[in-house]
T-cell receptor, first 109, second 114 residues
Framework: RKEVEQDPGPFNVPEGATVAFNCTYS??????FFWYRQDCRKEPKLLMS???SGNEDGRFTAQLNRASQYISLLIRDSKLSDSATYLC??????????FGTGTRLQVFP | GAGVSQSPRYKVTKRGQDVALRCDPI?????LYWYRQALGQGPEFLTY????????KSGLPNDRFSAERPEGSISTLTIQRTEQRDSAMYRC????????????FGPGTRLLVL
């Protein structure tokens, strides 16, 4: 079993839709959590950190449930430019990041 | 400012040859990380440095893989006696400080072993 698990998708949604991705992690010692975005044939880039209280950045909302060991990302009012792979990432109090396989999102007109 | 750069961008080599992949981090960044990414997968941790000190090499697949960062800036990942299974995208990232900071990734080196 992988330490960070995600549904690979693809999620195909129309413009304007709301879409949610979940991610589970197996190591309860994980301390920091992130969502990275990776466009096709490009490098991953930090989308947002995930805090226990939940946090929002414009159309993006991230939540963390430590008891159930899952992380979510909600995207409202999807844009064509949101099409990408979203990588769930955890850190175990070291500098090492553990990436999930990514969830592919395709937004269509 | 300049981001993380990697060279070469593409490398084709024959099985059994040694290859050296270079990473030039963002100037002043303390930490440097190496990852390997297979198609359809997330980056897989290989090793990392704080300044010139290698902190964790637990992700290196075997002893054919090694990395160095002798002056705390540029790093080289070396793969000896390459095998076809080594074919992948090798990505470097750097962060300003040690710890779970934002990591900035380079464009990667696509390695193909024939």
């Amino acid at each position: 079993r992988k330490e960070v698990e995600q549904d690979p998708g693809p999620f195909n949604v129309p413009e304007g839709a709301t879409v949610a991705f979940n991610c589970t992690y197996s190591n309860s010692a994980s301390q920091s959590f992130f969502w990275y975005r990776q466009d096709c044939r490009k490098e991953p880039k930090l989308l947002m950190s995930v805090y226990s209280s939940g946090n929002e950045d414009g159309r993006f909302t991230a939540q963390l449930n430590r008891a159930s060991q899952y992380i979510s990302l909600l995207i409202r009012d999807s844009k064509l430019s949101d099409s990408a792979t979203y990588l769930c990432v955890v850190n175990r109090a070291t500098d090492k990041l553990i990436f999930g396989t990514g969830t592919r999102l395709q937004v269509f007109p | 400012g300049a981001g993380v750069s990697q060279s070469p961008r593409y490398k084709v080599t024959k099985r059994g040859q040694d290859v050296a992949l270079r990473c030039d981090p963002i100037s002043g960044h303390v930490s440097l990380y190496w990852y390997r990414q297979a198609l359809g997968q997330g980056p897989e941790f290989l090793t990392y440095f704080n300044y010139e000190a290698q902190q964790d090499k637990s992700g290196l697949p075997n002893d054919r893989f090694s990395a160095e960062r002798p002056e705390g800036s540029i790093s080289t990942l070396t793969i000896q006696r390459t095998e076809q299974r080594d074919s992948a995208m090798y990505r470097c990232a750097s962060s300003l400080l040690a710890g779970p900071e934002t990591q900035y990734f380079g464009p990667g080196t696509r390695l193909l072993v024939l």
